[in-house]
């Protein structure tokens, strides 16, 4: 720190500013712990966990996006796809010329088998070859008079079949994998799990997702909450093997207590059902996208001058 209590030189507005979009820890919290760890942004998040200020399971951004996110399926449920396209105001992602956008966009990556950003805006658009993506996008943007972005994709192939869900009128995405045949019954229960996804965000399907390297990086960290509160180095063990317990039960679908009965859990209900999940993917939309420039530097300002 410098004599005025500043920041130091490995401490910028931009760490800072991503750190409190990870952690939502408030400005002088991110500052300090940056300062404490050179300002490495991943070793200032174990930090703010470790000292409790963090939510150990959360890395919620502040929202500072709109537009929608959208899911697509094919008839025979074998592929879809899930996007979204930013926009700059709430009014725009109303109108029913971006709704358009959204809905030819969703189609057109439908029809094509690249997977990323950049390829799928250079390609082709299939309803007229003379123009690719990224130029159908820009057009968009002069007609509207906002900026519009594509900002991401997630492409599915399955021999199961796939199931969407859309919340909020495309605040929230959802598209779920699941391994069984396709019919009335399990497409119900299908549609119950995209939902629940929805509502309990899980991070993976279940622990055997997690690498031994992220889970000792979890208990390192429920170790220090730990010494941190004083309790006695011969019970941290079983303390921790309880909260690494509830992490999973947060964090895997499997083990999470399904929304619609929480006496069983999204694995149970499952199993009963003879249904597996290969994979899912759950966009909410402007999810880690930071507030603008202006708008943060001003809040740090504000918090720094009260202190």
């Known amino acids: 720190m410098n004599k005025k209590g500043g920041i130091k030189m490995a401490v910028n507005m931009e760490s800072i500013k991503a750190l409190r979009s990870r952690t939502g820890a408030g400005v002088l919290d991110c500052k300090k712990a940056l300062a404490e760890v050179d300002g490495d942004v991943e070793a200032a998040v174990e930090y703010l966990r470790e000292k409790g200020i963090a939510d150990a399971a959360k890395k919620s951004g502040r929202i500072a996006a709109e537009g929608m996110v959208n899911v697509l399926i094919s008839d025979d449920k074998k592929s879809g796809i899930i996007v979204e396209i930013n926009s700059e105001t709430d009014f725009v992602a109303k109108n029913d010329k971006f709704k358009s956008l959204v809905s030819n966009v969703s189609e057109h990556l439908l ?68 391994d069984g045949e396709y019919n009335t019954e399990n497409q119900k229960v299908a549609k119950d799990i995209s939902m629940h996804i929805a509502a309990s965000s899980p991070e993976y399907i279940n622990r055997q997702e997690l690498s031994e390297e992220a889970i000792e990086k979890e208990k390192n960290i429920y170790r220090e909450q730990m010494l941190n509160e004083g309790k006695p180095e011969h019970i941290i063990d079983n303390i921790i093997k309880g909260k690494m317990e509830k992490y999973y039960s947060q964090v895997c679908l499997l083990e999470q207590e399904f929304v619609r009965d929480t006496d069983i859990t999204v694995g149970e209900l499952l199993e009963e059902k003879g249904l597996g999940v290969n994979s899912f993917t759950r966009f909410e939309l402007g999810e880690g996208i930071e507030v603008e420039e202006e708008d943060f530097a001003s809040e740090v300002m504000s918090e720094i001058e009260k202190n």
């Open 111 to 178: 029809q094509t088998d690249t997977r990323d950003i950049d390829g799928v805006l250079s390609e082709s658009w299939y309803k007229d070859d003379n123009k690719d993506l990224k130029t159908i996008i820009n057009e968009a943007i002069s007609t509207i008079g906002e900026n519009i972005n594509l900002r991401r994709l997630k492409k599915y192939n399955t021999d199961g079949f796939l199931q969407g869900y859309i919340h909020m009128g495309g605040k929230i995405g959802v598209l779920v994998d699941i």
